[in-house]
């Protein structure tokens, strides 16, 4: 989907493209990676290799203290929280705005422990103990993997570096899907959990609209012929592409527009002038395997593993005809929801059936005006949202 808006965005001005581009100042941090946009706004960044049970090697970062923060200050144990981007997105998902925006950057400054991970196959986590990145094994995982192993992997790594016996977990769209098929399976994983906290939720999918749904309608032998069976969305010449044509002045607008049609409406809540840095940074892949999994929930209205096509198949699998049900309400670790009114990926009734699926849920609030990308990239989201997560696990922390 992120093609056809680059395509979209290139057919509308290529007949102007000479007369009509005119860039605004370009964001110092378009082009960074993580890291740099860390030391960048003047935060400690600490980078760690989280090896999986499976041998996928993650990259993991940290901002351990505020800016202002004293030596001893930032040495001084604090609550950890760890950030989990959505499908398709990295850590940067969390600091693409100015720090007065960015909830890695807000977290850090309300002195918590902060930590933002990577799933395998985005460009910050395409390594292996033994495959080769190039290789069609490389990328045989779907969500499944990733709940199995990397979200475990990377919470014991905190838990174990930190020494703190339970952390906090924010998810965005498919980081909340992660984290209830996660807990919900892994008692264990689950009870080194203090709060799941659920940032537009993407975990039942069929009443999921917009541009997305149509790649429920595609069969997957059509894309794997389309894109191939490895990576999707991982090249960043694309992102440049994107960087050059969606930060122009006389067609930003047109750009804000189309993000409309793939996450809701609520094109005011966009900063435009941060265009090239978003574009820098979404996407930053995933596999082939992965989407196709992500369409087969929207087709199905199920929460389930990874359909192999076939009785015989899934069989082979997981010993039965069908892919097992992730059950929701296993999940028992204490839930915060935060949801969009015109969020088209997490739909109004997905979330009021997940809701009710939640066995410990003990706040939820629905912003009537917010779609998709404003729990991450919102001009307002530290009014609407981020105070209140911030102010949440204050108060949870002191029980």
């Known amino acids: 989907m ?6 979209i965005c290139f057919v509308h001005v290529i007949g102007n493209i000479f007369c009509l581009l005119k860039s605004k100042p370009k964001n110092p941090e378009a082009n960074m990676n993580t890291g740099e946009i860390i030391s960048y706004w003047g935060y400690k960044c600490e980078v760690y290799e989280v090896v999986t049970g499976d041998g996928y090697i993650l990259s993991l970062y940290r901002i351990p203290c505020g800016k202002n923060e004293t030596m001893d200050s930032c040495n001084t144990p604090k609550t950890a929280v760890y950030l989990q981007h959505g499908l398709t997105l990295s850590a940067s998902a969390w600091i693409l705005n100015p720090p007065n925006s960015s909830l890695g950057f807000l977290l850090a400054d309300a002195h918590f422990d902060v930590w933002m991970g990577n799933s395998r196959g985005n460009n910050y986590a395409r390594k292996h103990m033994s495959l080769d990145p190039n290789s069609k094994a ?10 199995k192993f990397d979200i475990p992997a990377i919470i014991d790594f905190i838990v174990n570096k930190t020494g703190q016996t339970q952390i906090y977990y ?12 996660a807990f919900a399976t892994n008692p264990q994983l689950a009870q080194k959990i203090k709060a799941n906290l659920a940032l537009g939720p993407v975990v039942t999918t069929k009443y999921l609209s917009g541009a997305f749904r149509t790649v429920a309608y595609i069969h997957p032998t059509v894309i794997k012929k389309l894109i191939g069976e490895k990576d999707i969305m991982t090249g960043k010449d694309d992102n440049h592409i994107l960087q050059l044509i969606c930060h122009q002045q006389t067609i930003v607008t047109v750009c804000n527009n189309l993000l409309t049609v793939l996450f809701g409406y609520n094109p005011k809540n966009l900063n435009e002038s941060r265009t090239d840095v978003y574009a820098g940074h979404i996407p930053e892949g995933t596999s082939v395997r992965s989407i196709l999994h992500f369409s087969q929930g929207i087709r199905t ?12 198949l899934n069989m082979q699998h997981y010993n039965q005809s069908t892919p097992p049900i992730y059950k929701l309400e296993n999940m028992k670790v204490q839930t915060v929801i935060w949801s969009g009114g015109k969020d088209i990926l997490a739909n109004h009734i997905d979330v009021k059936n997940l809701v009710a699926k939640t066995y410990n849920l003990v706040y939820h609030k629905k912003i009537d005006d917010y779609n998709h990308v404003d729990f991450i990239i919102g ?3 530290t009014v609407k949202v981020y105070k209140n997560l911030i102010e949440f696990i204050r108060k949870d922390q002191s029980k």
Do not use: C, M, P, R
């Open 379 to 381: 001009k307002d989201v």
């Open 301 to 312: 209205g199920l929460v389930q593993a990874y359909n192999w096509g076939s009785e015989a």
């Open 2 to 7: 992120w093609s056809l808006l680059k395509t």
């Open 170 to 181: 924010v998810g965005h769209s498919q980081g909340t899907f992660l984290a209830y098929g």
């Open 138 to 147: 490389f990328w045989d995982f779907s969500f499944d993997e990733q709940i």
